[in-house]
């Protein structure tokens, strides 16, 4: 009899495995290069792995073709349009005010951690932007 065959298992490296590598390649290659060596690793490990902070890659509902009779009707094609726009338009709708409100709270546990006023402006500026845009939408 045969032995099965062993199917080599690809390691994935620890980040502070990547870490050390990342500090002896550039004490060889760029010693006089300053760099964040943790931020490197953590790239390096994400290029690899993913970046476990992405959203998931989700798929489009497919979009019916509209039938002969319509693309013959100037009129029905433009209200196809328009109702794909709407659609459009409320999703993003749905998914900014959703945004937003996760902006609300996480500038609300900043502020009680003490972050930087700095960085508490910036979400509040992407905050307010957000709530802008979902007004345009409204006034449509």
Do not use: C
Request: proline share 6%; glycine share 2%.
């Amino acid at each position: 009899m045969t032995k099965p065959a062993v199917i080599p298992v690809k390691r994935i490296p620890a980040e502070k495995d990547v870490i050390a590598m990342v500090e002896e390649e550039q004490q060889e290659v760029y010693p006089e290069l300053p760099t964040d060596i943790e931020a490197l690793a953590s790239f390096s490990v994400s290029i690899d792995n993913g970046d476990r902070r992405a959203p998931p890659i989700g798929r489009r509902a497919l979009e019916q073709t509209p039938d002969a009779e319509t693309l013959a009707d100037h009129e029905a094609y433009a209200r196809r349009e328009a109702q794909q726009h709407q659609r459009v338009l409320n999703a993003f709708r749905a998914a900014a005010q959703d945004k937003a409100a996760e902006l609300e709270r996480l500038i609300a546990e900043g502020r009680a951690r003490g972050v930087a006023p700095q960085l508490l402006q910036e979400a509040e500026a992407k905050r307010d932007a957000l709530w802008e845009a979902i007004h345009m939408i409204n006034q449509e």
